[in-house]
């Protein structure tokens, strides 16, 4: 218990230690440049809720495999 709390403790800081993260590529960041300050920030936001959502998935269904298999041996 005490690492699980440890490990989820350090993911938050790790999630709330970062102002700002930049999640466009060369033709994102154009675009972006050509929007201006406020809708730049909304693709970067979309870009990232884009990133996150496959990964949030995958580490669910990664941790429900972990703990099935655990508990068998």
């Not at 999630?15 to 033709?27: D, K, L, R």
């Not at 959502?53 to 972990?66: A, M």
């Amino acid at each position: 218990m005490r690492k699980h709390l440890f490990v989820t403790f350090f993911a938050f800081l790790l999630t709330v230690s970062f102002n700002q993260a930049i999640a466009q590529c060369s033709v994102c960041t154009r675009t972006a440049q050509q929007l201006g300050e406020k809708p730049a920030k909304g693709l970067n936001a979309g870009i990232l809720y884009l990133a996150f959502t496959p990964l949030i998935i995958i580490g669910v269904v990664g941790f429900r495999w972990w703990k099935n298999n655990g508990a068998k041996g």
